[in-house]
């Protein structure tokens, strides 16, 4: 696996691959149509900027998130664009079946080439008396490897959020999410051409032979993790999500790798940042971020992403700041220099094979530019001569 953004890790792991998350984000006075027009846009600036995958997350019911249907957005940004890979991150496995993820994503090869990249996430309740994974275990904020890696945030459905409302339509019922193992096995024998009806093979163009590559995408040292190591399959580790379990997350997949379709293990970590052309403004364009994280943290949904100004007006209380604290402090924030030098200590902290970045501002014009001097940047960390070595 290669990017189009720098090299593979080198020496010290200078030079890693950056690619973009995007969850269509809508900003406030805006439509869902202008976000979905602003995403193609700044897809064709990633792919001119070098960035090498475009991702697309999926989300339900929320006001500020227009990214409900990221397959369709996905063919979108593939026939926008021609060099970048695209796919999404993730498909929440349990909301569709196996047999629609496969040939969904394989009539999205068939029709833009193999640049197409599938990743998968668990969804849903577990079923009832599951225990939680060892790394949600209460513990005290920690910096590792100058790393902040705070305490893990006890993320619970409220039975009238919108998180409960989007299962019920959706049809998920507690204990689904431990199908993903079997929904993944149809998945993989379906693009494989090896899935068996009493000893027939049963095929399903597109999706037989389709030159997808497949992902596992997780938040904690849970089942994802482990499922993902144990295949020898690529793996997305959330630090702009789950900041307080990305370690975990990671040591758990490496620890269950085995070889597969990969012989080492390859992972991606994401993080949430935002570039300005200098301090001062990156710290004004990031206004507003706690506000719509605890949108969703609180269960009523993202809201529309407010206005610097917006912002400033409607602060949060004691107790809304506390419940996104975590999420505050590990954004990266700054000019590019900056955001870079904690993009290396991310990678350096967890041995990231390439960087995910997802940025949302208010304006899209400036979301843009975020990410074309980070881009901008990093290339040149990537080209600059390793430093001299003294002999004595």
Request: glycine share 10%; charged share 20%; aromatic share 6%.
């Given at each position: ?21 995007d ?5 406030s ?93 668990r ?23 100058g ?44 693009f ?36 993902a ?15 307080g ?32 052309r ?23 949904g ?16 004691d ?23 904690r ?7 967890t ?34 001569p390793?430093?001299a070595?003294?002999?004595?």
């Open positions: 696996m290669t990017g189009a953004l720098g090299a593979e890790s080198g020496a010290g792991g200078r030079a890693v691959p950056l690619s973009v998350l969850l269509v984000p809508v900003s006075g805006s439509t869902a149509t202008t976000a979905l027009a602003n995403t193609l846009d700044l897809a064709r600036a990633a792919e001119r900027a070098g960035y090498a995958r475009y991702w697309l997350a999926e989300h339900h019911l929320n006001p500020g998130v227009a990214g409900s249907a990221p397959n369709i957005v996905i063919g979108a940004v593939a026939a926008a664009t021609s060099t970048i890979r695209v796919g999404s991150a993730a498909t929440l496995v349990g909301n569709v079946r196996g047999l629609q993820i496969a040939e969904t994503f394989g009539t999205l090869a068939a029709l833009y080439g193999p640049r197409i990249d599938l990743g998968l996430g969804s849903g309740a577990p079923a009832p008396g599951t225990p939680k994974p060892p790394s949600l275990a209460p513990r005290e904020d920690e910096v590792v490897d790393l902040l890696v705070p305490a893990p945030f006890d993320f619970r459905i409220a039975p009238r959020s919108r998180f409960a409302l989007q299962g019920e339509l959706l049809g998920r019922v507690p204990g689904d999410v431990d199908r993903f193992s079997d929904d993944l096995a149809v998945i993989r024998a379906l494989a051409g090896t899935y068996t009806r009493d000893g027939v093979v049963v095929e399903a163009p597109p999706a037989t032979g389709a030159p997808v590559e497949l992902w596992i995408h997780g938040s904690t040292g849970g089942e994802s993790a482990r499922t190591g144990a295949l020898g399959l690529p793996y997305g580790a959330n630090y702009h999500t789950s900041p379990t990305v370690l975990a997350s990671v040591q758990a997949y490496r620890d269950a790798f085995r070889p597969g379709v990969l012989d080492a293990p390859h992972v991606i970590v994401s993080a949430d940042v935002v570039v300005g200098t301090p001062d403004e990156a710290a004004e364009l990031a206004l507003g971020y706690g506000q719509w994280v605890h949108s969703i943290r609180s269960g009523v993202a809201v529309e992403y407010p206005t610097p100004d917006a912002a400033r007006e409607h602060p949060l209380d107790a809304a700041a506390a419940s996104v604290a975590d999420r505050i402090a590990t954004r990266f924030v700054g000019d590019a220099g900056t955001v870079a030098d993009l290396e200590t991310l990678r350096r902290a041995g990231a094979d390439e960087l995910l970045v997802t940025t949302i501002t208010h304006d899209h014009a400036a979301r843009v530019r975020s990410y074309e001097l980070l881009a901008a940047e990093w290339a040149r960390r990537a080209d600059a390793e430093p070595v003294a002999v004595r």
